[in-house]
């Protein structure tokens, strides 16, 4: 079981730059590959990055690369999203997931969400 956390969203103009935070709790955090998601309004949930266990591997959404940086800190249970250039188009709620994976060429979330936390980017 793990519990997850996100924090260090909010409202920011376009060009600017946010660090979200996703704090897990449970012994078997660095078992698990991780990933974020986020859900514009009216919008399915999409896969934005994700991150081996290890940190050793990490992939991201077309839309968001050479932007945004997935990193973990399994030491403090933590893994992060550095979003840089934000444009208004980035407006979601995003979403921490452990146990990501990838299947079908696409990354799917695992069993474990947080509950979310709002970026707004203004033009």
């Known amino acids: 079981q793990v519990q997850l956390v996100e924090s260090g969203g909010g409202l920011v103009q376009a060009g600017g730059s946010l660090r979200l935070s996703c704090a897990a709790s449970?012994?078997?955090?660095?078992?698990?590959?991780m990933g974020w998601f986020r859900q514009a309004p009216g919008k399915e949930r999409e896969f934005v990055a994700a991150?081996?266990?290890?940190?050793?591997?990490?992939d991201y959404a077309d839309s968001v690369k050479g932007r945004f940086t997935i990193s973990r800190d399994n030491a403090k249970n933590t893994v992060y999203l550095q979003m840089n250039s934000l444009k208004p188009a980035g407006t979601a709620v995003y979403y921490c997931?452990?146990?990501?994976?990838?299947?079908?060429?696409?990354?799917?979330?695992?069993?474990?969400w947080g509950q979310g936390t709002q970026v707004t980017v203004s033009s």
């Open positions: 997931n452990a146990d990501v994976r990838r299947l079908n060429s696409a990354w799917r979330g695992g069993d474990y």
């Open positions: 449970g012994r078997t955090f660095s078992a698990y590959a």
């Open positions: 991150i081996t266990y290890s940190g050793g591997f990490t």
